[in-house]
């Protein structure tokens, strides 16, 4: 296969550059086959065009994704659309030596693989770019078959990065992660979700009961993604009138309608490059729903009253706390918005399906909400945890948490009572301890005695973390004494002791 025009105009400008033989010219169909492969993808910044051209086509022959640009400003403009596992840096650009930009890559980046592209008489620089955080140097002119080498040892570390992300997350569960708490393995699975989603493009569905915190997991894939940097926009689409809401959406001109004194940029040119919140996606008027659908497929709309079409790259989160696929059934949702929205869908699951994590969760909201209030509240009693546990909480963490606010806002000491909680939470402590106060199926104790149908069976997490509490406080909270007395590690003691969110 003969080299494209702008093929031999980059090797033959470039001297010592070795042509494309036989050995490395790739056939077309294996070519094709190769793209069709999931391979990250590759970032180079140079200033030369003709280094562009002949960088672009050997990565590209080689399978990989690449894009290109000329500067340190195209560089991090660049960063913020899309995520690379390498990128090919000319040492020396417009705006100076990126040697210097170095460091704040690898902070702002840190699974990225950086490889400095340098001229002769730089190495040394090149050299103390490794210092630096870069993770190779390639010296300018570059063969065909060295940059093959450079990038498959480059993606290899980013390859490595990548799994110790997953492997740290498996081995070291995680409380908090974005403003969300939960070490729940529900909780676990929906962290990784967000870790997984948060680099791709696609629109995300996020479904789940009012109050479970499903504006946290939109926040949080904005954070974990390329775009973090760039605007995240949120918007109810249940709070606000279908007119105000169309311009809210889309904008409008200076005198497009009455009061429209001035031209207003509506949330998907506030939030370009960046990501776009709808929350209560299902609320919105179906009229306005095709002209979204509109917009998502095609990223560009007009403002309302306006001539000029506006070209926008936005990601869409939307969220529900209602069944969409029910709401399409009943004509009050389109079928086909549905499909365009729930391509990544994510479901939280309520605080009732998650108990484990009620003790952790109210325990920080806790020392929270009593720092804001100056009170010396450390902790709960153990019963006053087990009646938070047993409630149903249809509000979910919301509710949780104004809960705890008014414990604390209330009632001054170290620790919550039973008596500290609203009436109604207590009331819930004779509720089905089966959860969400549903009854059980009948079938589950028919055969059973009726004594035996009525002893309450505790969990044995909730035996561990009595027993734990317990100790430390016979233990004066000497945590290697306890560790000693319950025969386990301290380690684990530690670990078991920030899980249940007990009081040394």
Not at 8 to 17: D, H, Y
Not at 82 to 94: I, K, S
Not at 271 to 297: H, P, S, W, Y
Not at 477 to 499: C, F, H, M, P, W
Request: hydrophobic residues 40%; negative net charge; charged residues 25%.
């Amino acid at each position: 296969m003969s080299l494209p025009p702008e093929g031999r105009a980059a090797v033959g400008e470039l001297a010592g550059v070795s042509c494309l033989t036989a050995n490395t010219t790739r056939p077309a169909a294996q070519e094709t086959s190769e793209m069709n492969t999931e391979k990250p993808s590759i970032l180079v910044i140079d200033d030369e065009p003709s280094l562009l051209r002949y960088f672009e086509y050997n990565i590209r022959s080689l399978g990989y994704p690449v894009r290109t640009g000329g500067s340190i400003t195209e560089l991090f403009a660049i960063l913020e659309e899309e995520e690379f596992a390498v990128l090919l840096l000319d040492l020396m650009l417009p705006e100076g030596e990126s040697i210097d930009k170095i460091p704040r890559l690898v902070k702002a980046y840190p699974r990225l693989s950086v490889v400095l592209v340098t001229a002769h008489g730089t190495i040394k620089k090149a050299v103390h770019s490794l210092r630096h955080g870069a993770v190779n140097f390639v010296q300018k002119p570059v063969n065909p078959e060295t940059l093959e080498s450079i990038l498959e040892n480059a993606v290899q570390i980013w390859s490595l990065k990548v799994e110790n992300v997953k492997l740290r997350r498996r081995l070291e569960p995680v409380g908090e992660f974005h403003g969300m708490i939960g070490q729940s393995d529900a909780m676990q699975r929906i962290y990784e979700m967000i870790e997984s989603v948060a680099a791709t493009v696609s629109p995300v569905m996020i479904t789940g009961e009012s109050g479970t915190g499903k504006e946290l997991v939109a926040q949080a894939i904005h954070k974990s993604g390329p775009r973090k940097r760039s605007p995240f926009i949120a918007i109810n689409c249940a709070a606000i009138p279908r007119d105000l809401l169309e311009s809210e959406l889309f904008g409008h001109e200076k005198g497009a309608f009455t009061g429209a004194i001035d031209q207003y940029q509506g949330c998907f040119e506030r939030a370009n490059k960046g990501t776009l919140f709808l929350d209560e996606i299902c609320e919105m008027d179906v009229g306005l729903q095709v002209k979204l659908l509109r917009l998502i497929q095609e990223q560009s709309f007009f403002r309302i009253g306006g001539t000029q079409l506006i070209q926008v790259n936005v990601r869409i989160l939307a969220a529900t706390n209602k069944d969409p696929m029910r709401m399409v059934q009943e004509g009050k949702f389109r079928e086909d918005l549905f499909y365009r929205l729930n391509v990544l869908p994510i479901h939280l699951p309520p605080l009732r399906d998650r108990r484990e994590d009620i003790g952790h969760i109210a325990t920080k909201y806790l020392h929270q909400i009593a720092e804001q209030n100056d009170r010396d509240f450390l902790g709960f009693e153990i019963d006053a945890l087990e009646t938070l546990e047993n409630y149903p909480w249809s509000g979910n963490v919301r509710e949780l948490c104004n809960v705890i606010e008014q414990v604390v806002v209330l009632n001054e000491a170290e620790r919550v009572t039973v008596q500290m909680l609203p009436d109604r939470i207590r009331a819930g402590e004779t509720d089905d301890i089966l959860g969400a106060g549903t009854a059980a199926a009948p079938t589950a104790v028919q055969n059973v005695s009726a004594p035996a149908a009525q002893a309450k069976v505790r969990p044995f997490w909730k035996v561990e973390r009595d027993e734990i509490q317990r100790a430390l406080d016979i233990c004066n909270g000497n945590v290697q004494e306890v560790a000693r007395r319950l025969e386990i590690s301290a380690a684990t003691l530690y670990r078991k002791i920030e899980k249940y969110g007990l009081v040394k």
